[in-house]
């Protein structure tokens, strides 16, 4: 309860700060109270969703994400406009001190209200602009599918797979949808890319299984010519949630299983499998969810490998890219590629190809959207199909991606000779 205290008071400080720059420019009482009336109106609606009618048996759910969606959309602009009007008083309280002190008039000139409402028509100006974009990835930013290629060339790819096609999704996070309609095309965007495998890489829900249950038709459309596969996600295992005892949740995770049948992939759970191609194979391998800090540990980098040897060209699926940080890139045995999720590039950032890649979440994760390259081993970390919490992208889209493997010329070998 308390924690909820200090978060309302310092909300209706900063909306009170940040109300001076709309009050500047507007005389109009009716103005202010339609500004108090809907700030008042959305806090409550935040504050009953995530503090009153929240079920913790159940976790994030769509009226909760719209709570979120709401909060955020008014009050992240809010606080563009405090940035603008403490940086103004900042100038002018030492000014309004000196006359003071020197003297002995404190308003004399210090005030400047042309200047006053200038900063506050900047402040207001600069603030609806991320106000339109979160509006934006409300309603059109978390469906605007993007289709990521790229290809990846190795040496030592087996001959067979030059050319091989993989499609990549990631974070579906089902307990978050809103719009059959859209995931529909996002299923045929993933169907048109014709690739030889899909591979998911976790989190396919919230929390529970049964988040699933209403897409299952939708996702068992997906198709591919050698198969589909699929590693679990920290939220997959229902441990944001709180259950009636530990055998229900045991059961959710039974029930999940299920559900990874029913949609016709594979789930690994720290194994390998083989993916035959003419007379040359490679080998897919999956792990459990291991994350740097707080998140789960379930995955077993060894015991996934059991039976691979040096010379196999390896595809390892990993949800967390920190795991490929601190327990892949520099293992002994070298893993060709690395396919990872997680971040969902935080929803949020600015990606121009070609000129900047720039998030919030680079400062929680080195490597936290698209292709990594070290020593010869590859990382692409997915921006993620779905989203979670705040119901909306905006400048990192949902991602698809197909990853093309391409046979390197040997260098070291005379020409004709590899």
Do not use: C
Not at 76 to 92: A, N, S, T
Not at 373 to 389: D, H, I, K, M, P
Request: no cysteine.
């Amino acid at each position: 309860m308390l924690r909820w205290i200090i978060f309302i008071v310092t909300y209706l400080l900063i909306d009170f700060y940040a109300f001076q720059a709309f009050k500047t420019i507007s005389k109009s009482k009716w103005m202010y109270i339609i500004h108090w009336a809907i700030s008042l109106i959305v806090l409550l609606y935040f504050t009953y969703q995530l503090a009153i009618v929240f079920d913790n048996k159940i976790g994030l759910r769509l009226s909760t994400n719209k709570a979120i969606g709401v909060f955020l959309v008014l009050f992240v602009p809010k606080l563009f406009v405090l940035f603008f009007m403490f940086g103004e008083d900042i100038i002018r309280t030492p000014q309004a001190l000196f006359r003071l002190l020197i003297q002995g008039d404190a308003a004399g000139g210090a005030y400047f209200p042309s200047r006053r409402k200038f900063v506050s028509q900047l402040a207001l100006g600069i603030a609806a602009l991320p106000f339109g974009a979160l509006l934006y990835g409300i309603f059109k930013g978390k469906y605007n599918y993007k289709v990521l290629k790229y290809t990846l060339e190795f040496v030592d790819l087996p001959e067979a797979f030059d050319g091989y096609q993989i499609t990549q999704i990631s974070d579906i996070h089902s307990g978050s949808f809103d719009n059959p309609t859209k995931i529909e095309y996002g299923i045929d965007l993933i169907n048109q890319q014709e690739s030889d495998l899909i591979l998911f890489t976790g989190d396919l829900v919230n929390n529970r299984a049964d988040e699933m249950l209403p897409w299952i038709d939708t996702f068992k459309k997906l198709k591919a010519k050698d198969g589909k596969y699929s590693i679990l996600g920290n939220h997959d295992y229902g441990d944001y949630i709180k259950w009636d005892s530990e055998s229900a949740k045991i059961q959710n995770m039974k029930d999940l299983e299920e559900v990874h049948k029913q949609l016709g992939f594979d789930l690994l759970l720290n194994e390998n499998r083989v993916v035959q191609k003419d007379n040359d194979k490679i080998k897919l391998i999956g792990v459990e969810n291991w994350g740097a800090g707080g998140f789960k540990k379930a995955g077993d980098l060894d015991l996934a490998s059991k039976g691979i040897v040096a010379k196999d060209f390896k595809i390892l699926m990993s949800h967390d890219p920190s795991h490929w940080e601190q327990k892949v890139k520099n293992n002994d045995t070298h893993y060709h590629l690395t396919l990872s999720g997680h971040t969902h590039g935080m929803q949020f950032g600015i990606e121009i190809p070609g000129w900047i890649k720039w998030s919030p979440v680079k400062w929680r994760y080195k490597y936290w959207a698209g292709i990594y390259e070290e020593a010869g081993q590859f990382l692409n970390v997915n921006r993620g199909f779905g989203f979670l919490a705040y119901p909306g992208r905006v400048g990192i889209w949902p991602e698809i991606a197909v990853i093309t493997l391409k046979k390197k010329p040997n260098p070291t070998l005379p020409l004709g000779k590899g």
